[in-house]
């Protein structure tokens, strides 16, 4: 199981800390990555991280302001958005996958799921 925490409302330019904790499961195992849903929108790739921390993986629209990190000792992920814009505003899932194929940004690569959580971005 996925628990995602740290949404709330921030003003743009603002930082916002998100974190992905597994309970049940070793994160330590899986690929991880963040997608976000934005109201209307289909579900839409942030970030990724493989098992070890080695490699990343972003969203053009995001580059150079989040960056996506592993505590495995810790269980958790971190997704550390700086610079938030409103267009940033979405509903953040936290996703594993446990398979080592399947590319990183596509929806359908994850097979778990956390509940999300709301990030809102004010002008």
């Known amino acids: 199981q996925l628990q995602a925490s740290g949404g709330g409302l921030v003003q743009a330019g603002g930082s916002l800390r998100l974190s992905c904790a597994a309970s049940?499961?070793?994160?330590?195992?899986?690929?991880t990555g963040w997608f976000r849903q934005a109201p209307g929108k289909a579900r839409e790739f942030v970030a990724a991280?493989?098992?070890?921390?080695?490699?990343?993986s972003y969203a053009d629209s995001v580059k150079g302001r989040f960056t996506i990190s592993r505590d495995n000792a810790k269980n958790t992920v971190y997704l550390q958005m700086n610079t938030l814009k409103p267009e940033d505003t979405a509903v953040y899932y936290c996703?594993?996958?446990?398979?080592?194929?399947?590319?990183?940004?596509?929806?359908?690569?994850?097979?778990?799921w956390g509940q999300g959580t709301l990030v809102t971005v004010s002008s």
């Open positions: 996703a594993a996958t446990s398979t080592l194929d399947g590319l990183a940004y596509v929806f359908s690569t994850y097979n778990y």
């Open positions: 049940g499961r070793t994160i330590a195992r899986y690929r």
């Open positions: 991280i493989t098992q070890s921390g080695g490699s990343t």
